[in-house]
């Protein structure tokens, strides 16, 4: 029984850094998805604008509960080891309040905020994740 748990325990973990391998792939599509929105923002192509939105929302969305998942099982399989976990912490709060500032965009129709939101904001948080996070997360590996 010990050795099914012992199993169970270092699939997720394994599990989980595979995951971080494709976070890494997975921001980059995001944040072409995101300039692709801009696109349509810019040349005031509405109706795409807000299929591609929506789009973006969900990938958000997805991409959020994926690290919080993976990073749910890191800290719980790697219990006892010592890692720096607040440029997590930090980037999933600012993520989270740059969606929500989003949405209130939208819902004020404020083309401009938005744009600027998703150009200025969600892009550089994006790219924070993958050049401190992820990394960081993936060296774990070797705990």
Same mark, same amino acid.
């Given at each position: 029984?010990?050795?099914?748990?012992?199993?169970?325990?270092?699939?997720?973990?394994?599990?989980?850094?595979?995951?971080?391998?494709?976070?890494?792939?997975?921001?980059?599509?995001?944040?072409?998805?995101?300039?692709?929105?801009?696109?349509?923002?810019?040349?005031?192509?509405? *109706?795409?604008?807000?299929?591609?939105?929506?789009?973006?929302?969900? @990938?958000? /969305?997805?991409?959020? =509960?994926?690290?919080? #998942? +993976?990073?749910?099982?890191?800290?719980?399989?790697?219990?006892?080891?010592?890692?720096?976990?607040?440029?997590?912490?930090?980037?999933?709060?600012?993520?989270?309040?740059?969606?929500?500032?989003?949405?209130?965009?939208?819902?004020?129709? *404020?083309?401009?905020?938005?744009?600027?939101?998703?150009?200025?904001? @969600?892009? /550089?948080?994006?790219? =924070?994740?993958?050049? #401190? +996070?992820?990394?960081?997360?993936?060296?774990?590996?070797?705990?």
């Amino acid at each position: 029984m010990t050795s099914l748990i012992n199993n169970k325990k270092n699939d997720s973990l394994e599990l989980a850094f595979e995951s971080i391998d494709s976070c890494f792939g997975y921001v980059d599509y995001i944040t072409s998805r995101i300039q692709k929105l801009i696109g349509f923002y810019n040349t005031n192509d509405l *109706d795409q604008a807000n299929e591609a939105f929506i789009e973006v929302v969900d @990938l958000m /969305d997805l991409y959020i =509960q994926l690290i919080s #998942k +993976v990073y749910r099982v890191i800290r719980v399989e790697l219990q006892g080891k010592s890692f720096k976990d607040e440029s997590i912490q930090k980037l999933e709060i600012h993520l989270l309040s740059v969606i929500k500032a989003l949405l209130l965009a939208k819902e004020k129709e *404020d083309v401009i905020m938005l744009c600027d939101l998703l150009e200025y904001e @969600l892009v /550089d948080n994006l790219t =924070q994740w993958k050049i #401190k +996070v992820l990394p960081e997360l993936k060296k774990l590996k070797s705990f």
